[in-house]
C-alpha cells in the first residue's frame, strides 16, 4: 500500500474524483494527501476530507497565489487546523522562479504559516522554487518538521535539509530522462524519503503529456526501486514508517 503525500484532487482538474479514487485503489494506492494552494481549494479540501476516509488535507497558501491574498485567508487556515484531518499546513513556501518582485510579501506570508505550524504543532509541505537559500534560512528559525516537496536539488542542499529533520518528497520528476535527480537520491537514506505525484502536474515518464494522476505513484515507486534494488513492499514498508514519523496519520 502506498500514500500520495502530495496532490491536488479538485474538481477543476477531476470531475469523477471517484474514478480517480478507484484508479488509485488498483494500483495499491490508498491513502492521498491532498494540497490547498487558495482559499477555495482549501475551502474544497475541508469538504472533501469529510467525504472521503482515506483522504487527509494540507491547507494553505502557495507563494503564487499572493495576488490574490488578504489576512482573512490565514484567519480560515487557523481557524480549520485543529480538525483532524487537516495533518499539514501546506502547500507554502517560496517561489522566486518568474519574479524576485513579491519576495517581501512572500517571505511574509511563509513566515507567518511556519508561526501557525510551530503554535499547532503541524507539519509543514514546503514548496521551494529557485529560493533553496531562503528557505533554509527561514525554516532555520521554526521548530518544525516537515516535507520538501517536489525536492531536486544537489546532494548537499537533501543533506542540508535531512539534517534540519525534512523528508524529501520524491515524484515524477526523477524518471525524466534529463534529470540529474536520480544521482543524488541514490546517494540519500531511503528513511528520508515520500512519495508523491502531485497531480495534476508533474506526470511520470512514460506518461508526460497527460494528466497525471495518484495512481502514477506505483511507476514512481517502481522506478526507485529498480535504482534501491529493492521490493515494493520493503519500499511501501518504508516509506508508510517515514509517513509515520511526520504526519498524523
Ligand atoms: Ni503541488
Do not use: W
Not at 532555520?140 to 537533501?158: C, D, P, Q
Not at 529533520?165 to 515524477?172: A, D
Not at 534501491?228 to 513492499?233: G, R, V
Amino acid at each position: 500500500m502506498f500514500t500520495d503525500t502530495h496532490c491536488h484532487l479538485f474538481k477543476e482538474y477531476y470531475p469523477d474524483l471517484s474514478l480517480v479514487i478507484s484508479n488509485a485503489k488498483n494500483a495499491q494506492v490508498t491513502r492521498f494527501i491532498n494540497n490547498g494552494t487558495n482559499l477555495e481549494n482549501n475551502q474544497e479540501i475541508l469538504e472533501l476530507i469529510n467525504k472521503e476516509p482515506n483522504m487527509y488535507g494540507a491547507i494553505g497558501i502557495h507563494p503564487e497565489a499572493l495576488p490574490n491574498y488578504t489576512e482573512a485567508h490565514l484567519k480560515f487556515i487557523e481557524k480549520n487546523l485543529t480538525n483532524n484531518k487537516v495533518i499539514a499546513i501546506g502547500e507554502i513556501g517560496l517561489d522566486y522562479h518568474y519574479s524576485k518582485e513579491f519576495k517581501e510579501e512572500q517571505l511574509k506570508l511563509f513566515n507567518a504559516q511556519l508561526k501557525l505550524a510551530e503554535k499547532y504543532n503541524l507539519p509543514v509541505i514546503v514548496h521551494s522554487r529557485d529560493a533553496t537559500e531562503d528557505t533554509i534560512n527561514t525554516l532555520k528559525k521554526y521548530h518544525i518538521r516537515g516535507v520538501i516537496h517536489s525536492f531536486s536539488g544537489s546532494l548537499e542542499t537533501a543533506n542540508i535539509y535531512l539534517k534540519m529533520g525534512f523528508l524529501l518528497g520524491i515524484n515524477g520528476v526523477i524518471t525524466f530522462k534529463n534529470a540529474n535527480l536520480k544521482d543524488v537520491i541514490k546517494k540519500i537514506p531511503l528513511t528520508s524519503i515520500v512519495l508523491e505525484t502531485d497531480s495534476p502536474y508533474l506526470t511520470p515518464e512514460p506518461y508526460r503529456g497527460t494528466l497525471n494522476e495518484p495512481k502514477r505513484i506505483i511507476d514512481i515507486a517502481n522506478f526507485i526501486c529498480n535504482l534501491y534494488n529493492i521490493s515494493l513492499e520493503e519500499l511501501s514498508k518504508i516509506t508508510n514508517d517515514n509517513i509515520k514519523r511526520i504526519f498524523d496519520i
